[in-house]
Each structure stands twice: as C-alpha cells, then as structure tokens.
C-alpha cells in the first residue's frame, strides 16, 4: 500500500508561485508513473501533469510553460512547480501514483490551492 501526503498548498494573488510536495511512504524509484491532478468546484477531477520513472511528462494545454513536475527518488518525493498563477488554477490539487496513466491506484488527500485575482 502506498500513501501520499501533498503539501504546499494555499493562498497567493495571480502571477504568483507556489511549490506543491509529494511524499510517499514506499520508494518511489519503483513506481513508474507519478502525478498531479486537480479538481475544482463544481468540475470533474483533471490532468495537471505527469512524469514517468524514466522521466517523460506530460501537461496538460492549460498548465503547459507554467508548471513544471519533478520527482526526487531519494526522497521519495515528487512536486509540482506552478509559475504565473492564475485564478482559473484554483483548485484542490491531488498526488496520484501507478503503474500506467490509465491505472492510477494510489491518491492523496489533497491540498487546497487559491489564487487571487
């Protein structure tokens, strides 16, 4: 079983930045797709981005040239880079981990992100 635990969410006015963490229980070196999605009021959960063991990602159009993913083997730990926020970007922000992008077994509780306009 592999638990996530997000942080770094909050509130920040537009155009600013925000780093969201990953950290899971097991190493991740093992897991070969890690993620972001995100969810807000009243929409259904969406892609923000992805990365690969071997290190390919994957955005989504909205967030591409924006955000930014990484994951630290060492650490176990995967964030989320979030440059030039906008107010559309608001949204509770879930870590997601799994063998396949269509097979995502493993999510966090969430972290809140507000952007202010």
């Known amino acids: 079983q592999v638990q996530l635990v997000e942080s770094g969410g909050g509130l920040v006015q537009a155009g600013g930045s925000l780093r969201l963490s990953c950290a899971a229980s097991v190493g991740i070196f093992s897991i070969n797709v890690m993620g972001w999605y995100r969810q807000a009021p009243g929409r259904q959960r969406e892609l923000a981005a992805t990365i690969t063991r071997g290190g390919s990602t994957n955005y989504a159009d909205s967030v591409k040239g924006r955000f930014t993913i990484s994951r630290d083997n060492a650490r176990n730990t995967v964030y989320l880079q979030m440059n030039s926020l906008k107010p559309e970007d608001t949204a509770v922000y879930y870590c997601?981990?799994?063998?396949?992008?269509?097979?995502?077994?493993?999510w966090g509780q969430g972290t809140q992100v507000t952007v202010s306009s």
């Open positions: 997601t981990a799994g063998p396949s992008p269509d097979k995502l077994n493993y």
